[in-house]
T-cell receptor, first 111, second 111 residues
Framework: DTEVTQTPKHLVMGMTNKKSLKCEQH?????MYWYKQKAKKPPELMFV???????INESVPSRFSPECPNSSLLNLHLHALQPEDSALYLC??????????FGPGTRLTVL | QKEVEQNSGPLSVPEGAIASLNCTYS??????FFWYRQYSGKSPELIMS????GDKEDGRFTAQLNKASQYVSLLIRDSQPSDSATYLC???????????FGKGITLSVRP
């Protein structure tokens, strides 16, 4: 099973809202990732968790707050977002420096 | 110099032809190389991984790696209209071993 699940599929939020994106994998992978992807651009790395610890933060604004409650779950908490944060948010997982498997993504629109 | 470069597209081939997609990378220490396919509005799907010099075949897909030339390619034989998508080359690069993507190339297979 190479499935990564993400909820919700779509999210519309105002600039004052707080929301969370969720990601889950049951492949036993110990690395999990958040990416942001704008139209016609490649995925852009935001955060990496390795063994449930944050190992890479690509200078992402503090209005994005990641959390890794356990080895299977990854959350991205959103607060006070801007319209330019509208994008496809992708979660991925991998076992070390091997294949990364992506979830279906959450399409986020910030009004 | 960009870390991972792909041919500028789009690329259009007739049905049944061979599509050749190319990618170069700058980090000589890179060890893991991937091709992802992304349909419009969907998330990237891993189609090939390659770790050692030479060719790797999987069905109609062949990945080729030449570490001396820092070059990785993807050949799609007997191209089908369903192969029409954006193809992303990805390489683990740098001290932090982040997965770095090329800009992607859009392939169109004409019936």
């Amino acid at each position: 099973d190479t499935e990564v699940t993400q909820t919700p599929k779509h999210l519309v939020m105002g600039m004052t809202n707080k929301k969370s994106l969720k990601c889950e994998q049951h492949m036993g992978h110990r690395a999990m990732y958040w990416y942001k992807q704008k139209a016609k651009k490649p995925p852009e790395l935001m955060f990496v968790y390795s063994y449930e610890k944050l190992s890479i933060n690509e200078s992402v604004p503090s209005r994005f707050s990641p959390e890794c409650p356990n080895s299977s779950l990854l959350n991205l908490h959103l607060h006070a977002l801007q319209p330019e944060d509208s994008a496809l948010y992708l979660c991925a997982s991998s076992q070390g420096l091997f294949e990364q498997f992506f979830g279906p993504g959450t399409r986020l629109t910030v009004l | 110099q960009k870390e991972v470069e792909q041919n500028s597209g789009p690329l259009s081939v007739p049905e049944g032809a061979i599509a050749s997609l190319n990618c170069t990378y700058s980090d000589r220490g890179s060890q893991s190389f991937f091709w992802y396919r992304q349909y419009s509005g969907k998330s990237p799907e891993l189609i090939m991984s390659i770790y050692s010099n030479g060719d790797k075949e999987d069905g109609r897909f062949t990945a080729q790696l030449n570490k001396a030339s820092q070059y990785v390619s993807l050949l799609i034989r007997d191209s089908q209209p369903s192969d029409s998508a954006t193809y992303l080359c990805a390489v683990y690069t740098g001290a932090n071993s982040k997965l770095t993507f090329g800009k992607g190339i859009t392939l169109s297979v004409r019936p």
